[in-house]
Structure formats: structure tokens, C-alpha cells
């Protein structure tokens, strides 16, 4: 339909056979959530139960940890395919997460030239370009209904995903980084909204490009103690740090996708037009490979001596140019000692949390978890490995190599061991957290129609770009 409506020479084919659709592949875009929303919500009640309150479960964490043990088993198989299937040098583009994770499997394990694409860089930039526009004004340096473009700004983001950091932006040859802390917290809206990451830039003197939710669950002193996790949140909406605040928008969509969605086909296709592109990069990296057009964008790719202070074969987030030649990834250089560390601690949990999939074994992933900021400055080692287990019994459909490594079974024989014999540790057995919403059922979703539709549409379910 949309295709018709626009007048596009273009055609979409659908199937469920993987090996058909990667069949002499140029380019694979990979947006799998492996075990669904039913696992996911795995990653988030279990951690509950230990005290471990989750606003993503995406990236790290107790919740990013398993997920990527289930994503990575796929991702090796969807490699195990281009290999054979696609066309040579076919580039997989993996949006996925946990996408470090992922990218790294798929790269080192994999065998397949895989660059990882995210927008939390976008979002940030117009986070930054909005306080820029909100201070310019105040400085009468432009007009009131004058308007700032992330596009005028200089901007350079180093780090690993969901911890890169704006480490330049200048605007009219204003170095803005040592105003970065003023500029928010004068914004009439990010005080209230970004109160982690405004924190961090204080102690940091750098911006995080996640979200607050994000970010609050990477690091271990945001989310320890329950009765201070409403200090660091915001309720305006689910990615400034809801409990579980992503599977609930996550749930909500699919569900009323399902059950609106013959009512979309009925509609007037969208008119595709150049002003409201997506800020997604991947289709900029296949235009600017096919046609030459230089794109900049920043990109997750292996790293090897471009952030210097970061290990090399990890998976770093950084600025590149895209064209005929193919991605050029200049070096950045080292970060800021202090966002170095904080790194270094997510690329180690990273590393264990990717050989432990690759391979099955439990211990080293029960050493990932224990390693883990938030969960380890939450839970003792005992709770890590009663945890790891459950989560590991919970996950066995989708776990093929810890089926193999005999480790699912003996985690059974471990919970029930400590049933037995009274050694179970205490659990919050019924905690919903902290800052838990209701889920909508879809009769209450039918009341407000348009809300649902937007949510159940949008890709980008924090709204963290404008175009996206």
C-alpha cells in the first residue's frame, strides 16, 4: 500500500524461511527480540524478586545479561547463514541489543562484518541542540522564533552504546562542553526528566547520550536502594525510568497492533517525503555504499586502537563517514579517565556475558552477572547464583546451548537442592518495584484510540529523535 501510494519502484517480498530471505543478500538488517515479549518479561520480574528493579533490561543488567544469552545463540545462526547464503562481503546490520553484545558475537564468533546502529546518539544531540536553542534565545544571540538545528552543531560522541559521551559540540566556535551542566539545567523541561544524567554530567563533566532510564540501570548507584529510586525518575513517561517501563509500552503496542491493525490497511498510505526521513542510519549507510553520498554517522564497530583506553576487540560507539569506499572510522582518541572506567566495567560484564552464550557456561555467565554494576551492588553472590539459575530455567526454550552444556538441568537440580534443604534465599516474591505502571488492557487502550495507535506505530518507542 504505501509503496503504491508513493509511486515507489520498489517491492517487498515476506517470508518466514531466514534462508530464503538472505539468499544473495547485499545488505541483512537484523531487529530480533529473541523469546518475544513472553521472555522478556522473564528479565524483568525475576531480577524484581532479588531487589533488582529494571526500567529496560536491554543492554547490561540482569535483564540485558539474558537477553543477549538468548539473542547471541540466533545471531550465530543468522551468521552461519550469510555465510553460506549471501552474497560475499554482505554487511549485517544489527540493530538488535543488546547490541555490543550482539555486534560483538556476530563479529568475533560470527565470522560476518557487522557494524551495530542505534539512535540514542540522535537523541541526545537534540537534547543538547534544544538547550543551545533555549540559552541562545536567553542571550539574545537569536530571535524568538528563531530555531536551532542539531545540524549546526559540531558534535563527536565516544564510548560503547548506551554509554557513548559528547566529548565536543561547539556551536559558532563556542566550545560547549564546560557550559553543558548550566545549559541543563537551565532547560525548562531536562531538570525534572534527566535528573541521572544531569547527575552524571556533574560528576562526569560529560552528557550520556542514553536515556535517563537507561542509564540509571547501567551504573551502581541510582537504583540500589528501593526507597530512592523516585529521587532519580520521572513519570512524564516510561523512559525516564519506569519500573519495567519498556516491556509495558512494548506489550501495550503489540497488543493493540493486533488488534487495530486491519484498521491501518484501510487507511490513506503516508507520503514518504525527504523532510520526514527517519534518523535511523541504516538506510543512509546502504545509500551512502551504493551511491557515493558521504554520510556521517556514529556507528558500533570493533575496535581497534580507536578509543586507545578502551579494549581493543571490544565494541565501541564512535563517528564515521560512509561512502562508495566503504565506512571509514577515524580515530577519536581516549576518553576522559572517568568515563574510560565506567566503560571498562559494562566491556568486561559485556565479554563474559558473550563468551558464556558462545559456549554455554553458566559459571562465567553467573561471574558476568555477579560482575554487573547495578546487580552486584544489589544482590550478594549466592543471590546472583540463585538468580542466574532461575532466569536460566526460565529461559530453557530459548537457551539451546545451556540445554547442551547440561547447565538448565542442573540449575533445576541446584533450586530444588536449596528447597529442600532451607538454603533458598529470602526473595521479594509479588514485588512489582518501585514505579510500576498498570499495563492497558486493549478495551481500556479502545477508549483512547489515537494514543494507542501512535504507540503500537512508532518504531521509536522513547521518542528519542524527531523524525524517527
Known sequence: RDIRGNDLPATVSATTDRRAALADADYVICTIRQGGLR???TDIDIPLKYGIDQCVGDTICAGGIM????????????????????????LFLNYANPMAMLTWAANEYGGVNTVGLCHGVQGAQHQITSCVEHWAKREGMISGDEKVSHKEIDFVFSGINHQTWC????????????????????????????????????????YSTESNGHLSEYLPWYRKRLDQINNWIDMSTWINGETGGYLRVCTEGRNWFETDFPNWMTQEAPQFTPDKRSEEHGSYIIEGLETGRVYRG?????NKGHIPNLPDGCIIEIPGYVDKNGLNMPVVG?????????CNVSIRVQEMSVKAAVTGDALLLKQAMLHDPLTGAICDPEEVWQMTDEMLVAGEEWLPQYVASGAI????????KHEADGTRVKTMDG?????RLHTKTVEEMAAAQEEARANAQAADKGKMTTNA
Open 167 to 206: 566529548v565536543k559540540a561547539t556551536w559558532r566556535g563556542i566550545d560547549l562542553i564546560p557550559m553543558m551542566l548550566d545549559l541543563f539545567k537551565a532547560h525548562p523541561k531536562f531538570p525534572e526528566t534527566e535528573k541521572v544524567r544531569i547527575d552524571v554530567l556533574k560528576r562526569f563533566g560529560h
Open 431 to 435: 514485588f512489582q518495584g518501585m514505579a
Open 298 to 302: 556514529h556507528f558500533n564497530i570493533v
Open 334 to 342: 581516549e576518553l576522559p579517565l572517568a568515563c574510560a572506567a565506567t
Open 409 to 416: 538441568d542442573a540449575a533445576k537440580v541446584s533450586l530444588a
Open 67 to 90: 537477553y543477549g544469552q538468548r539473542g547471541i545463540a540466533t545471531i550465530l545462526d543468522f551468521c552461519k547463514d550469510i555465510k553460506e547464503l549471501a552474497k560475499p562481503n554482505a
Open 39 to 41: 521472555a522478556f518479561a
